[in-house]
């Protein structure tokens, strides 16, 4: 009981990361119709928002400590953050602290603009073109932008801790009437999931209640009718697929303290999105939502050893078998419309 | 010329020399200077070029003509060197049973897979052909090593059995694969002047079976079948209308390019006695999809200049250090030189990713149809000016 | 206009008349001609360093290019010498290989057998390299050592840590500096019995593939040796990036020490999550929860941060080391490059002086020649302490660090501390000791 009640914990937790790179990517297939191959890496961007900010506030000067020695003998330099010159050590090192929260007033801006610019000045010139065209080009995009946070960040994984209140685990098991200690979950993960289920909910509402929302809609449904009545619906798609970049990452920074972002992290997601997207249903949010979170479910079940023990290699590739058999059985994925993305 | 009209038999012609002459064609460059670098002329380069440009006129035979984008094509191929190889281990060293093998069982396996997979169209079936090909490559990294020796990567031994072959050799080494008796890895090398050549033994059974390959596209496309393919491409609905069921045929398609996939499999093993898992990743996949696409979809020839071009990339990019770029550019003075490095350094050696990034962007902007387009356009301009044919840079003889 | 060439890449070039030539391609088999494979006929001599240049492991593979580099300097009598000058062994000159100036030749594994063959292939058909050294995992090494065994060169294994590399698919023209998943074992279980305790559960994570497993099988045997008990042993897909579904169940299992047989991303990703999960700040069974990483590197530890702290490992060889190789080799590269080297980094620097070292020994680049010289050598001053080549198997044999993650790091390379260095003796094992049975050496091949 107690190890379902966990993984429960782990697939909500999987399944916020998948539902909120899913819901962009599948955002940007409903209204613009194009294959965005580079959406991994603006999760990827999104994550390395995080890094710099958390690398600009540690801005530092050198001072050389006599007492002590580098590898190489020389006096040690020692890093001294201009925040904690500047505010006192007890509040810069609060700042620097809580660097990855305040990445997310950063990664906003900083993502929408690169949203645009992408629409703007390239997707833009794509909508007509066949979808193969679009892949290529959006791939070519994902490792232009991979390789270049290669050149200023290096391959290796960056640790970008979470503000310290939020390090150690919650202890669910007490609440439920369990011993201490059996079913504990990290502070940070709830929060993740807490936070993507915020935003899950704003874009719905944002589609929903808002007169935006509802050209966007009838424009995802019918792109040129909506276009006769007058509506400029291109600057709204420009838009969209900036509050879709900015979804992915915002997903990238709160992600950033889960896994130390590294800059391939990005097509490590890739295939994993667009299988979720696909199962849902081609240009269907809540299909996305809800793929993601059974995905993430089904692949936290997957791994548990009573599981793997029947099956050998099964968490391999449960994603896979899975995606087969809802296309299998239900041929445009959970809530897909007809006729979207077919030919 | 063999069933061929004027325009497609010329072409077939000049691929067929083209390829005869790669040992020239790709060394233009005298070995001891520094442009040698960029010389493509090495057998395994050469034979990666033709490999891959089977693999990928086989791909464009279902994505060119059907339209349907598989995203899991390198599973066949993966299926095939497996095959192959498992041959090398059993049977001989001989290459024409590990290739007829190798064609036959990503035959079965894209029979099973297309028979499945094509049940939907469109971007679903994309990710049913990516989805079986990721769990094979899954399957065969971790659960199935027993038979695919996992992230090593099968490989021969000494205590292979090799029922019709040697275990090992007299000298204790393991046997290399040959073609009855002619090695595969055996080269000739011909020293011209400041040139060197080498023309491989391997090589030429790769070129020989890539312009077959070749031929048979070439009548896939203008067949009554190929015919039928461009109708499923451009209506299906309508085909259907007119009682014609376009399933068989489109599974059909499939199966031809996951064996031309299988071919391409068993030759690299024959060429390079080991099969990866690697080779069935969803990126190798994606590569073919993305050699077919650079160098022009549903064109003859695209898809071979597209596998040249990243290859290419790859092999040649890749291999270009700061230390060569220095001794490039050390004819300029210190700081200027220093510069230069520093601006180019990013997109070679360790960055040769960046640049091709770069050039699948720059292509699919500029030229909408491919590689194809560009020659398209070349010549299209020399014909206005009413100028001679594009020169190809021979190497003085 | 046309010369007889007899040598450089192990083929025979012939001097006929381009158009008899081409008339009649007379095609000669390969191993028909005595020699030896890219035999340098010129003043100089080509080595290639087959490294990750993209992908996960892109830094390890560029701080081996760093040593390398450096090796290569030292070698032709620039810099100020490194480890020349505290290797045991004086036959290197500071004159090149056998008075032959080192040239080199780079290329990108990608950290996939395929790629790293295809990109050795071209350094031996294309730029006539004698050897081939460096890369970063297992896997690789393999497949390259395979290759470079059928090419008849010396292949000079990087950062690998499989018992098979030696084991099962040992080659004669392969060798190993690095040492191996049964060595870190012998090593850390007495450091772990001493920090923990013999009454211990063992909770083993393990990445899905051969690498992972051969380290996994020699952990459980040392540990269980002493006394632990193996509750678990769970494989986890190479692809995981999020290792939350595997750790989730650690706690309940009974297990008060987890070991995590992972490496590269995967390692930093399962000890951040082990971390989160608040681990190692739980009491089971009385006792304080404990993880392990058997195989460690700086720049992975780097990548985990301060999750690192008070973590055991084991690795080949560290910059803090206080012996005369090892300050001289710190000393040269930091001040080349302003860092410490890493030990894939010191691997392939020691493997390249190794190699030349061997070439001039033997008076000869004949790969037959240099095996012999390698095979059985014994030497010192190369960091590890008094360190021999087994002829067996191609396995170096040397002292094993155990260290453990840094409490208070005071930069970014200080992550780690050595906690003790295990004696070679207690590392040995005989050749043919179970987990690396199986396989031959076969005959050295010369190539052409």
């Known amino acids: 009981m107690d190890a379902i009640i966990l993984q429960i914990l782990n697939g909500l937790d999987k399944g916020s990361a998948y539902a909120l790179i899913a819901l962009g990517l599948t955002l940007i297939f409903g209204t613009l119709g194009v294959v965005n191959f580079a959406h991994g890496a603006l999760f990827m961007i999104g994550a390395f928002c995080a890094v710099t900010l958390s690398k600009i506030l540690s801005l530092s000067y050198i001072i050389l400590d006599e007492t002590q020695t580098d590898f190489l003998g020389k006096p040690l330099k020692v890093k001294v953050p201009y925040a904690e010159s500047w505010f006192g050590p007890e509040i810069g090192a609060a700042i620097i602290d809580w660097s990855v929260p305040l990445a997310i007033l950063f990664s906003i801006p900083v993502m929408l603009l690169i949203g645009f610019a992408m629409e703007r000045g390239l997707i833009k010139h794509f909508y007509k073109r066949p979808h193969a065209d679009q892949i290529l080009v959006t791939f070519g995009l994902a490792i232009v932008m991979q390789e270049i946070i290669k050149y200023f960040y290096g391959a290796n994984p960056i640790p970008t801790p979470a503000p310290d209140v939020f390090t150690g685990s919650y202890d669910f098991g007490v609440l439920l009437g369990f011993d201490p200690n059996v079913i504990i979950y990290p502070y940070w993960r709830l929060v993740y999931f807490g936070f993507s289920a915020i935003i899950i909910g704003a874009v719905f509402s944002f589609l929903r209640f808002t007169t935006f929302g509802m050209v966007v809609r ?126 | 010329m063999f069933g061929l009209d004027k325009k497609d038999a010329t072409l077939l012609v000049i691929v067929a020399i083209l390829t005869l002459c790669a040992p020239f064609l790709l060394n233009p460059f005298p070995s001891e200077s520094a442009l040698a670098q960029f010389n493509a002329g090495y057998p395994d380069l050469m034979q990666r070029f033709v490999i891959f440009g089977i693999f990928a006129i086989g791909f464009n035979i279902l994505f060119g003509l059907t339209g349907y984008l598989s995203f899991g094509h390198a599973a066949f191929l993966g299926v095939g060197s497996y095959s192959a190889v498992w041959m090398f281990k059993l049977l001989s060293m001989n290459v024409i049973p590990a290739i007829i093998l190798s064609v036959v069982v990503a035959g079965l396996f894209s029979l099973l897979i297309g028979f499945i997979s094509l049940r939907r169209s469109g971007i679903y079936f994309s990710i049913l052909t990516l989805a079986f090909a990721q769990m094979s490559f899954n399957l065969a990294y971790s659960v199935l090593t027993p038979i695919t020796n996992g992230e090593t990567g099968l490989q021969l031994t000494l205590n292979d059995p090799r029922i019709l072959g040697q275990s090992a050799t007299a000298d204790g080494s393991i046997p290399v694969t040959s073609l009855f008796g002619l090695e595969m890895r055996s080269t000739y090398e011909l020293v011209m002047g400041p040139w060197a050549f080498q023309f491989n033994a391997g090589y030429y059974l790769c070129a020989v079976i890539m312009v077959l390959a070749f031929y048979m596209s070439i009548r896939i496309f203008r067949s009554p079948f190929g015919l039928m393919l461009r109708a499923i491409k451009s209506n299906q609905t309508r085909m259907s209308y007119t009682g014609l069921n376009p399933k068989p045929y489109t599974l059909a398609a499939f199966v031809i390019s996951g064996m031309y996939a299988g071919l391409a499999g068993g030759l690299m093993a024959s060429m390079d006695p080991l099969a990866g898992a690697e080779r069935m990743q969803w990126t190798a996949s994606g590569e073919v999809v993305l050699m077919t696409i650079l160098g022009g979809a549903g064109t003859l020839i695209g898809p071979v200049l597209g596998a040249g071009f990243i290859k290419y990339f790859e092999n040649i990019f890749s291999k270009i250090n700061d230390t060569v770029l220095h001794s490039w550019f050390s004819f300029m003075p210190d700081g200027l030189e220093n510069l230069v490095v520093m601006l180019v350094y990013p997109f070679i050696g360790k960055g040769w990713h960046l640049t091709l990034g770069l050039m699948f962007m720059m292509v699919v902007i500029f030229l909408p149809g491919g590689l194809v387009e560009g020659g398209q356009r070349i010549r299209r301009l020399f014909r206005r000016k009413d100028d001679t044919p594009a020169a190809k840079t021979e190497p003085a003889e | ?314 690795m080949n060889w560290n910059w803090q080391l206080q012996d005369a190789g090892s300050k001289a080799f710190v000393k040269s590269f930091g001040e080349k490059y302003g860092r410490p080297p890493s030990n894939s980094a010191h691997t392939c620097y020691v493997q390249t002086l190794l190699y030349a070292d061997a070439c001039e020994r033997a008076g000869t680049f004949n790969p037959c020649g240099v095996g012999e010289a390698l095979e059985g050598f014994d030497f010192d001053g190369l960091g590890n302490g008094p360190t021999s080549y087994r002829a067996d198997d191609h396995q170096c044999f040397k002292d094993v660090l155990v260290m453990k993650g840094k409490e208070n790091p005071t930069n970014e390379y200080d992550t780690l501390e050595i906690v003790e260095v295990t004696p070679r003796a207690q590392v040995e094992y005989a050749p043919d000791h179970p987990m690396f049975a199986g396989g031959q050496l076969g005959a050295c091949n010369p190539g052409a």
């Open chain 1, 218 to 343: 009838a424009g995802m449904a019918d792109r040129e009718t909506v276009g006769l009545l007058g509506i400029d619906i291109d600057k709204r798609f420009t838009l969209m697929f900036g509050i879709a970049a900015a979804v992915a990452g915002l997903a990238g920074v709160m992600y950033a303290p889960i896994n130390s972002p590294n800059y391939h992290m990005g097509m490590d997601f890739l295939v994993l999105s667009f299988v979720v997207v696909v199962v849902g249903g081609m240009g269907s949010l809540p299909g996305a939502v809800l793929a993601g979170f059974l995905l993430g479910t089904l692949e936290s079940f997957a791994s548990m050893n009573e599981v793997k023990s029947i099956f050998p290699g099964i968490d391999q590739i449960i994603i896979y078998v899975v995606a087969i058999l809802i296309l299998l059985t239900r041929p445009r994925g959970l809530m897909g419309r007809k006729g979207v993305m077919e030919d």
């Open chain 3, 1 to 314: 206009m046309s010369k007889l060439n007899l040598t450089r890449r192990g083929v025979i070039k012939t001097g006929a008349a381009a158009g008899t030539a081409l008339a009649m391609p007379t095609i000669l088999t390969a191993g028909s001609h005595a020699g030896f494979t890219n035999a340098p006929t010129g003043s100089s001599v080509t080595l290639g360093f087959n490294v990750p240049q993209t992908g996960p492991y892109a830094e390890e593979g560029m701080d081996e290019l760093r040593a390398q580099e450096l090796a290569v300097q030292h070698l032709n009598g620039e810099g100020d010498g490194g480890m020349m000058n505290t290797f045991s062994s004086k036959a290197l000159k500071g004159n090149g290989i056998l008075g032959k100036k080192v040239e080199f030749v780079t290329g990108d594994t990608q950290t996939k057998s395929d790629a790293a063959r295809a990109s050795a292939k071209s350094m031996i058909e294309k730029d006539g390299a004698i050897m081939v050294n460096g890369g970063s995992s297992s896997g690789v090494a393999i497949a390259v050592q395979g290759l470079c065994q059928e090419a008849g060169i010396i292949f000079m294994a990087g950062l690998t840590h499989s018992n098979d590399t030696t084991g099962k698919d040992k080659k004669a023209n392969g060798f190993r500096h690095f040492f191996n998943g049964y060595m870190s074992a012998a090593a850390l279980a007495p450091v772990l019995k001493s920090a923990y305790g013999d009454d211990r559960q063992a909770y083993h994570l393990t990445a899905d593939y051969t690498w992972g497993w051969t380290q996994q099988e020699s952990i459980a045997a040392a540990t269980e040796a002493m006394g632990w008990n193996t509750v678990n042993n769970v494989l986890t897909p190479l692809a995981s990036t999020d290792f939350s579904s595997y750790i989730a169940p650690v706690l309940n299992s009974g297990a008060d020490v987890l070991v995590l047989n992972h490496y590269g991303g995967n390692m930093v990703n399962s000890l951040t999550n082990a971390i989160q999960f608040g681990l190692r700040d739980k009491m089971v069974n009385g006792k304080k929860f404990e993880i392990v990483v058997p195989l460690y590197s700086e720049l992975m530890a780097a990548g985990a941060g301060e999750n690192v702290q008070g973590v055991i490992g084991s």
